[in-house]
């Protein structure tokens, strides 16, 4: 299996993951599991299942590995700390398993740790997450006394052998006379939980009779598949305790791709119409792509989930987005970083294909006689850039073709190359995410690039309405060029984005020059009016405008729609907007105070203080601008005993003392723009 602590996981596999010991991408791999007995009920017992993984980052700078490994996905296992709880990141990928509906369970780690305690991460789970979480285990011991786990439905004890580093060796007996009435009211509490959500179950309690333990098992699955239950075990994973009965419980009530409801997708030929996509292996091929991965031996990878149908080699397969047809010349289970090469994939499999050319993320990959668009994952946008320039001459062309792969890999990151100071620009999510970008140009593609200081995605807005007049006259003898548009302008709701409206009437614009119209609005609003950042939450309405028979022309009419809305912009009372990120600290005791002055030098908001496990955890809003280096200064305020998480959180206004600094950083850009 390996170890995080000595750098030999299998899953995490790139050199960056195994050095810092966290995960970075997502990565595949299968494994079969056969249940034995051992004096439990089981469901599935004797049966070798098979269970596709793929272990994804906790990190937010990584979300989109979370995004696309949960669209895929048919069940998840989510992972809590024993000591910290739920945990700001882990809010944020149950927020993900929750938009895409996929089933979980749920997984205490850490219970031998110092501080473990199983009923407090339960506890935040239900009041952090909204999750109807109930136990079916129970820790024996905890911290340096964690022997074991109760399975509470079969009311009997798992404890392992504390000479075993294996987590081989384990024995199934009776609960310690000690913990039997805490197992007997945890029982009660789990069949209640159950019976409130199943017909079954609540049949039985009303009946008063007994419930035994394979009854209470299918009504768990029943529950945990509809999403309306969340199963809780606990263990250790440094010591391999309670991974046996995880796995367990990942066979008894995670659903197969025959316990979740179909896939529907659209039809490519007729959009308005939707498809079910059944999951049976003689049905037509369909299947998502979900991630793209450069292989520095076989070239470009692309992982798929087969949804319907089987793919041989050999076989066509449809792109309904680039409607082309390509040869699949070879398919590959993955194991991690190692491949496989097979000649047949079926429904269920998550695969990799080979060379297959012009995909992007989400694409879908049909047959041609049944094609269909299935929903792509959706991705955040960046919010942290910085500017990268090549070492040497030699690094100059090599530059640009390895960001350009990156960037086809992750869709939250970007490279373009900054038009008014000719910079060539990387986008990300975070300082990490940008940092693990910098070290695998070196590492993988062996570019050397100097980078400066991170710039901040600020964004602009109005506060007032206010009406905008573009007027585009040219005449230089012959033709000339007339177009004349009036716009009005309005403040959207926060995160509506931004909307143009059509309110010509009578034909004073022609219809045939509103999308120049539309077009010019856009491009202005993608430069801004203050320092030449993009506009957000705008309310645009065309509601006049006049023409000239023979000089109005497309380009006329943009012209007038980039004027129009710089002028009404520029009367609404323009502010710029700031990244606030979500910042939780926690830390010993007799740093809080430190911790707490600093986060107020930063300009952050403290929204709440917890006490919890011997520790305080601080709960803040902090501008993103002020955020650079905190890693840094958190260990030099604690004696590196405190640690922080953060993720993006919203757009605020940025205070006017601090807006000049920024106009004049800006003033450049602004000005070409």
């Given at each position: 299996?390996?170890?995080v ?8 596999w ?14 595949a ?8 007995s051992?004096?439990?009920?089981k469901?599935?017992?004797?049966v ?5 993984i793929?272990?994804?980052p906790?990190?937010?700078?990584f ?26 990141q882990?809010?944020?990928?149950w ?23 199983f009923?407090?991460?339960v ?17 024996i011991?905890k911290e340096?006394?964690?022997?074991g ?14 000479k ?18 805490d197992?007997?009211l ?9 019976a ?6 609540a ?20 529950l945990?598949?509809?999403i309306?239950l969340?199963p809780?075990?606990?263990?250790s ?24 409801p ?20 003689r ?12 292989d ?31 040869r ?7 194991q ?5 090469d ?15 050319r ?5 694409d ?16 955040p946008?960046p ?18 073709e ?10 939250t990151?970007r490279?373009?190359?900054?038009e ?42 109005v ?14 003898g012959?033709?000339?060029?007339y ?11 926060r ?11 009578g034909?004073v ?14 491009e ?13 939450d705008?309310k645009v ?7 000239h ?6 380009l ?6 980039i ?13 710029l ?58 260990r ?7 640690a922080y998480?953060?993720e ?26």
């Amino acid at each position: 299996m390996g170890d995080v602590d000595d750098g030999n996981t299998v899953t995490d596999w790139m050199e960056q993951e195994r050095e810092r010991g966290i995960t970075i991408t997502s990565a595949a791999t299968t494994c079969y599991w056969t249940q034995k007995s051992e004096g439990l009920v089981k469901l599935g017992e004797g049966v070798p299942h098979r269970i596709n993984i793929i272990d994804t980052p906790g990190h937010v700078d990584f979300t989109a590995e979370v995004e696309r490994s949960m669209r895929v996905l048919d069940g998840a296992v989510a992972v809590f700390c024993g000591v910290a709880g739920v945990q700001p990141q882990s809010e944020t990928v149950w927020r993900q398993a929750t938009k895409y509906k996929v089933p979980r369970v749920a997984f205490v780690n850490k219970m031998d740790r110092t501080g473990a305690n199983f009923e407090n991460a339960v506890a935040e789970m239900r009041k952090k997450l909204g999750a109807y979480a109930y136990p079916i285990q129970l820790p024996i011991g905890k911290e340096d006394h964690f022997e074991g786990v109760i399975d509470l439905i079969n009311q009997r004890a798992i404890r392992y052998d504390p000479k075993d580093e294996s987590g081989m060796l384990y024995q199934v007996a009776d609960i310690p006379a000690d913990l039997q009435e805490d197992a007997r009211l945890a029982l009660a509490e789990l069949v209640d939980a159950v019976a409130n959500k199943d017909d079954e179950i609540a049949a039985l309690v009303i009946e008063d009779k007994p419930v035994d333990a394979a009854a209470l098992k299918r009504a768990i699955r029943r529950l945990t598949c509809k999403i309306e239950l969340v199963p809780v075990l606990c263990g250790s994973a440094f010591k391999k305790r309670g991974v046996q009965p995880l796995v367990d419980a990942v066979v008894d009530y995670l659903p197969s791709p025959l316990d979740v409801p179909p896939p529907t997708g659209l039809d490519a030929e007729d959009p308005t119409q939707t498809v079910e996509i059944p999951s049976d292996d003689r049905a037509k091929f369909c299947s998502l792509a979900f991630k793209l991965w450069t292989d520095p031996f076989v070239g470009k990878l692309v992982f798929f989930r087969v949804y319907s149908g089987q793919l041989k080699k050999g076989e066509m397969i449809f792109n309904p987005r680039t409607r082309r047809r390509e040869r699949v010349n070879r398919v590959m289970m993955i194991q991690a970083d190692k491949r496989l090469d097979v000649d047949t994939v079926y429904s269920g499999d998550i695969a990799a294909l080979v060379g297959i050319r012009n995909i992007t993320t989400g694409d879908t990959l049909c047959t041609e006689e049944r094609q269909v668009l299935l929903e792509p994952p959706t991705f955040p946008e960046p919010v942290i850039s910085m500017a990268v320039e090549p070492k040497t001459m030699a690094d100059r062309d090599r530059l640009g073709e390895s960001l350009q792969r990156l960037a086809e890999e992750d869709p939250t990151f970007r490279c373009f190359t900054n038009e008014e100071t000719g910079q060539l620009i990387i986008a990300g999510m975070g300082e990490l995410h940008l940092e693990i970008i910098r070290d695998r140009l070196l590492r993988e593609f062996k570019v050397e690039a100097t980078s400066g200081a991170p710039q901040i995605a600020y964004r602009e807005t109005v506060l007032k309405p206010a009406e905008g007049v573009g007027k585009f006259v040219r005449q230089s003898g012959g033709r000339g060029q007339y177009g004349h548009a009036v716009i009005t302008l309005a403040p959207n709701e926060r995160g509506k984005g931004v909307e143009i409206e059509n309110k010509i009437v009578g034909g004073v614009i022609p219809k045939e020059y509103i999308p120049a119209v539309i077009a010019g609005i856009n491009e202005a609003v993608a430069g801004g009016v203050l320092a030449g950042y993009p506009m957000v939450d705008l309310k645009v309405a065309i509601v006049d405008g006049t023409y000239h028979e023979v000089d109005s022309s497309e380009l006329a009419f943009k012209m007038a729609g980039i004027f129009a809305l710089k002028e009404a912009a520029r009367k609404a009372n323009p502010i710029l907007l700031e990244p606030i990120m979500k910042v939780e600290c926690t830390t010993p005791e007799e740093y809080q105070g430190d911790l707490l002055g600093d986060l107020n030098r930063r300009r952050g908001k403290i929204v709440s203080i917890e006490a919890k496990n011997n520790a305080t955890s601080l709960h803040a809003h902090v501008p993103l601008a002020e955020m650079f280096g905190y890693a840094t200064a958190i260990r030099s305020l604690s004696k590196g005993r405190a640690a922080y998480t953060m993720e993006p959180q919203s757009f605020e206004p940025v205070p006017a003392n601090i807006v000049a600094a920024i106009l004049d950083s800006a003033k450049p850009k602004a000005a070409r723009s």
